[in-house]
């Protein structure tokens, strides 16, 4: 999966903790590793904090959009909260995330 990840350019990556992986049905909504990934990466957009801004939707490599809010100064990406920010890439950003939610493959 990194091999994908590593070809692209100035992306934004949404990646879930280790418990988050391990809460019942976290995967189940997605027929593949690679189709999680997809769901979860935001090409062509460096998005660092506070550059994510509440109501702001995005769309991921995978088609599913991931929608921003701001709650008390937390953010949140479709109900998954942001637990670390700005975890500087190679090629971009990543934020750590508290859930794989269903919520993250949401097609339009």
């Known amino acids: 999966m990194t091999t994908t990840l590593d070809s692209m350019t100035g992306i934004t990556v949404f990646v879930p903790t280790n ?11 997605y027929s ?6 997809s769901g979860h990466v935001i090409p062509n957009f460096l998005g660092y904090l506070p550059v ?3 109501g702001a939707t995005y769309k991921t490599q995978a088609g599913s959009i991931l929608t921003v ?5 937390v953010y ?14 190679d090629n971009g ?10 919520h993250f493959c949401t097609y339009t």
């Open 93 to 102: 950003v990543a934020h750590v995330i508290d859930q794989v939610s269903h």
């Open 19 to 29: 418990a988050a992986f391990s809460s019942p049905n976290a995967t189940s909504a």
């Open 52 to 54: 994510l801004k509440d």
């Open 76 to 89: 949140y990406i479709n109900n998954a909260k942001i637990v670390g920010s700005n975890q500087i890439l």
């Open 69 to 73: 809010s701001i709650k008390g100064g």
């Open 32 to 37: 593949s590793s690679s189709s999680l990934l």
